[in-house]
């Protein structure tokens, strides 16, 4: 199992390790349900080191991730980020990612668990003058999240964070380290992901704590990570995207500019379109004590007889204190207000579609 | 790991609390941590008939869903409706107020010996 720089640091904070995309990772460190309300209401650090960092460079780069991703990277002006997704020519979904425009290269951060897929199938459809660079092994990621990260971050550099808007970044200093800071993150809070050498990433996770003692600062693990962004109906893939979900489905329709000029899996993705979606991906609130879960299956209310779909994702809320969950559901049964029962280990349990995000922030 | 001497315990991770023909239940300090925060807990109903290592109640923790395993047969007498509004004592104080169920058993004699001692269930969490 690989480690990350911080690995060694998590098991002395007593966290509980976890196998996650081939790392020794921190699934929680005192409580998944505190951990997400202390990013909630204050801030929280990830190491989330396993993230995959590709580099793009070449006089073709434009075009290359142009054609592979589904979002308008032309669009994408210096020092923004984007939010997008890789497809098979089937329209399958290969990986969601981020893309960052710089100067001379593009910057794709990939899920830790598809590294070595999203390399083979970046290499398979390489073209023209455009060269790939893998970093994972060399960066460290730490995610600063919650309403109070800023105030944390500000006191370690001299650039003006509250300049950095939503989804773009810069390059500078953080406690004397080069860091990639963007405004991004997983969890529908403000806050900022640093990227770092690993050989600086102690340094700055503990100028970080010493900076966010006033603010209760805490470490969080992956547990509070998956249940934050359920909070905000964002896919996580391998639960809710794959290759066999398409984006328009899966809720991803914004990401997905089919007015942009060709790119992989455009032709069928239009096709799918054309033809009308057969089923959307939703957010569901539970009646009662359930606790929606991974696979379980959901039914038409009042029809126990086939199953119409299967939840992909599922939890307690902390903040709402009420199972949610994500599932796709036939498109006539994904209207707000549909009413589905799930099946909970034999006992049925009453759900309906409810708007999402499941939470919003309230600042 | 807090494995208290003067209680008997299961494979499934309940802990049971033997006062002459009663017996409180409720599982493990390694239990309630390798589930994590506990969210809901379906409790038995005061008077059901149990029967020994069948599934009596239900567990939703942040993690893991799990069954609860009567540890002896006989009648529910009293159940811990505490944790209706508090399942967090579950993770708190799993040996006191986290408790689950008092029965009254009905055929102690022969099935205490399908229960660990301390060092046995020690034992189990460890391997």
Known sequence: MKKTALTETHRALGAKMVEFAGYEMPIQYSSIRAEHLRVR????????????????????????????????????????????????????????????????????????????????????????????????????????????????????????????????????????????????GYTGEDGFELYLANA??????????????????????????????LEMKMCLYGNDIDETTHPLEAGLGWITKLGKGEFIGRESILRHKGAGLTRKLVGLEADGNAFPRHGYSLYRAGDSKASVGQVTSGTVSPVLNKGIAMGYVPTELAAVGSRLQMDQRGRMADMQVVKTPFYQRPY | MN????????????????????????????AQGELGDVVFVQLPEVGAKIEQEKAFGTIEAVKAVADVYAPLSGEVIAVNSELNDHPELMNQDPYGKGWIAKIKASKLAAEKARLLNPSAYADLTSA
């Open chain 1, 41 to 184: 209401e204050s801030v929280g650090v990830f190491d989330v080191s396993h993230m995959g960092e590709f580099y793009v460079t070449g006089s073709e780069r434009e075009a290359f991730v142009d054609r592979v991703t589904v979002n308008d990277v032309k669009a994408l002006s210096l020092g923004q980020v984007q939010y997008s997704c890789m497809c098979k020519p089937h329209g399958g979904i290969v990986d969601d990612l981020l893309v960052y425009r710089f100067a001379d290269q593009i910057l794709l951060v990939v899920n830790g668990a598809n590294v070595v897929k999203d390399w083979n199938w970046l290499k398979e459809n390489l073209r023209g003058n455009v060269q790939l660079t893998d970093r994972t092994d060399e960066i460290s990621l730490l995610a600063i999240q919650g309403r109070n990260a800023l105030d944390v971050i500000q006191p370690l550099t001299k650039i003006p964070l509250a300049e950095i808007k939503y989804y773009w970044f810069c390059e500078g200093d953080v406690a004397g380290r080069r860091a990639l800071i963007s405004r991004t």
């Open chain 2, 3 to 30: 494995i208290p001497q003067e209680l008997l315990y299961t494979k499934d991770h309940e802990w049971i609390r033997i006062e002459g023909d009663t017996a409180i239940v409720g599982v493990t300090d390694f």
């Open chain 1, 200 to 229: 600086d990433a102690m340094t700055v996770w503990n100028a970080l704590f010493d900076s966010g003692k006033r603010f209760r600062i805490e470490p969080i693990g992956l547990g509070a990570r998956d249940s934050l962004r």
